[in-house]
């Protein structure tokens, strides 16, 4: 068993899925994060946006569990995940998309989506969650359905993330923390990637995005939390973001 189990706690009695205050994060001596707040509700994409550096994918770390030194409240589902380990918060159904993919390289297409399968959900009124199969993945992912018998090692960038997203997704989440995921693939594949976030929010699965590149974002994002050395300085709908060039400018622009 954890040695830190999520503990229950009250629900706000509305919508909301993911509830963080007051995140700090170290690396060693070096903090990174200072007193973050963050809400993300059900049905929402919500984009965590800054430069290199600013501690997005940190933040993300911290809610999955991940960072050793850590401090702050983070409640999701009607738990207290903060001190919890990483493999207890994936099973309450947070999923985590990190940004370096690590994928299974000598394992098949299909082989990695099982390694990632956990059992259907419900949400609290007892209506049934997201459900996810490997078939209905390859409807979402045709580039996936083409190849399912490839090892993930001998797939291209994109691919690979695409593999990853599908195979976080095999564990039904009711919350997706996606990072970075335009970085570095293709024009195309970022084309197909907001496609994707898109569709399954249709399908009711929110998402927190890392991502610093702004088209993307305005895509696909309803708000925005702005991240600069480890402190959110803004936040509003993603509409109001991308109208505020004096916020872009200061904390988005390379």
């Known amino acids: 068993m954890s040695p830190n189990p999520p503990k229950h706690v009250p629900m706000d009695g509305g919508d909301t899925l993911l509830d963080a205050k007051g995140l700090c994060a170290w690396y060693g001596a070096a903090q990174i994060l200072y007193d973050v707040d963050l809400q993300v509700r059900r049905g929402e994409v919500v984009a965590l946006m800054g430069r290199n550096g600013a501690g997005k994918s940190t933040t993300l770390k911290t809610l999955m569990g991940l960072?050793?030194?850590?401090?702050?409240?983070?409640?999701?589902?009607?738990?207290?995940?903060?001190?919890?380990?990483?493999?207890?918060?994936?099973r309450l159904g947070l999923g985590f998309v990190p940004e370096d993919r690590r994928v299974f390289a000598d394992l098949t297409v299909l082989e990695n989506l099982e390694v990632g399968r956990q059992p259907p959900r419900q949400?609290?009124?007892?209506?049934?969650?997201?459900?996810?199969?490997?078939?209905?993945?390859?409807?979402?992912?045709?580039?996936?359905?083409?190849?399912?018998?490839?090892?993930?090692?001998?797939?291209?960038?994109g691919e690979q993330q695409m593999l990853t997203v599908a195979r976080t997704l095999m564990g039904n989440p009711y919350l997706v923390l996606l990072d970075e995921p335009s970085e570095g693939v293709a024009p195309v594949i970022v084309e197909q990637m907001a496609q994707m976030i898109l569709e399954l929010k249709a399908q009711g699965v929110s998402i927190l995005l890392s991502e610093q590149n702004m088209h993307f974002a305005e895509l696909v994002s309803d708000r925005a939390y702005v991240l600069e050395k480890g402190q959110i300085r803004y936040q509003a709908t993603m509409?109001?973001?991308?109208?505020?060039?004096?916020?872009?400018?200061?904390?988005?622009?390379?």
């Open 67 to 90: 960072m050793a030194k850590r401090r702050g409240n983070v409640a999701f589902m009607g738990h207290d995940i903060s001190k919890s380990d990483p493999h207890a918060v994936a």
């Open 123 to 157: 949400w609290a009124d007892g209506s049934a969650a997201p459900q996810w199969t490997a078939q209905a993945l390859f409807k979402l992912f045709p580039n996936l359905g083409e190849m399912p018998d490839r090892p993930g090692g001998r797939m291209s960038g």
């Open 239 to 254: 509409a109001e973001l991308a109208a505020n060039d004096e916020v872009r400018r200061a904390y988005l622009s390379v």
